[in-house]
């Protein structure tokens, strides 16, 4: 249907494909060896930003939400699935404003260096909480340099595990989106 379609067009936006290694051209001999596009994972990253906006509805684990919300789905209409997509662009270009070639790899304060990993755990918290605070996008791009700070803060602390993979339950992935969006409305309230 017309949201999968949505899925399989966004997947290939450049700063989506960039931040995960996948590469843009289409005939590519690399693209067919990525383990992203190959297993669908790409899409399920761009289905799991906009199931888990709803995170308060999460049940079944994270297989059983991503199907429900793709059943969901089969019922939008245009108007949705163009909403839909501003949102994520919308999203993603900020994400990328801030964090750059950083984009969905955590801070390490060992060793003073962002990882060279992305994360899935990671990318759920950044995109959800930046599409929360995105009426704020002129505050939140002028603000870059401080929310840089306080994201390396937030890996100073024990929860920041559940940003690079730790938890899967409701709760858990609550409290992973919750920690990026509670540093996002301190540093936009200052």
């Given at each position: 249907g017309k949201f999968n379609e949505l899925l399989l067009k966004l997947v290939r936006?450049?700063?989506?494909?960039?931040?995960?290694?996948?590469?843009?051209?289409?005939n590519s001999p690399e693209l067919d060896k990525n383990t992203l596009y190959k297993k669908m994972e790409d899409a399920e990253l761009v289905l799991r930003f906009?199931?888990?906006r709803n995170v308060d509805n999460f049940q079944r684990g994270m297989e059983g939400f991503l199907d429900m919300y793709m059943m969901r789905?089969?019922?939008?209409?245009?108007?949705?699935?163009?909403?839909?997509?501003?949102?994520?662009?919308?999203?993603?270009t900020i994400a990328h404003l801030i964090y750059g070639e950083h984009l969905f790899k955590p801070f390490d304060h060992k060793t003073q260096t962002w990882s060279n990993k992305t994360y899935k755990a990671y990318y759920d918290a950044i995109m959800v909480g930046f599409?929360?605070?995105?009426p704020n996008e002129k505050k939140i791009i002028a603000l870059k340099d401080r929310i840089i700070e306080e994201t390396k803060n937030i890996f100073k602390k024990?929860?920041?595990?559940?940003l690079t993979g730790g938890g899967k339950t409701k709760a858990e992935i609550q409290e992973r989106i919750g920690i990026f969006d509670e540093m996002l409305s301190q540093v936009i309230g200052e």
């Open positions: 936006h450049p700063i989506f494909a960039e931040a995960w290694g996948i590469p843009t051209e289409d906009f199931s888990l789905s089969l019922k939008f209409d245009e108007d949705e699935i163009d909403y839909l997509e501003s949102i994520f662009l919308k999203t993603i599409s929360r605070h995105l024990p929860e920041s595990r559940l």
